[in-house]
Nanobody, 122 residues
């Protein structure tokens, strides 16, 4: 069982930056690949970024590639999402999730946080 708690969301102007954190409970954090997803109003939840158990392998949605950076600190049981050059279309609730192996599909993730709101004003 893994419990995930996101933090770091907020309101930012276009072009600004935010760093999201996701703290995990339990001793098995390093056994899970981690992902970030987002869901805008009236839209389906979509993949944003993923990172392997070791942190060596990462992957990004095309819409955020070059602007967002996912990282993890297994000693702190925490995964991060550094978001730079934010755009109004990045506005959404952002969720972190844990999976046995890396994936871009929501269905492959077993555990989810409650989400944190990110709002980017133009």
């Amino acid at each position: 069982q893994v419990q995930l708690v996101e933090s770091g969301g907020g309101l930012v102007q276009a072009g600004g930056s935010l760093r999201l954190s996701c703290a995990a409970s339990g001793r098995t954090f390093s056994s899970y690949a981690m992902g970030w997803f987002r869901q805008a109003p009236e839209k389906e939840r979509e993949f944003v970024a993923r990172i392997s158990r070791s942190g060596i392998i990462t992957g990004y949605a095309e819409s955020v590639k070059g602007r967002f950076i996912i990282s993890r600190d297994n000693a702190k049981n925490t995964v991060y999402l550094q978001m730079n050059s934010l755009k109004p279309e990045d506005t959404a609730v952002y969720y972190c999730a844990a999976a046995p192996s890396g994936s871009i599909r929501t269905m492959d993730y077993n555990y989810w946080g409650q989400g944190t709101q990110v709002t980017v004003s133009s």
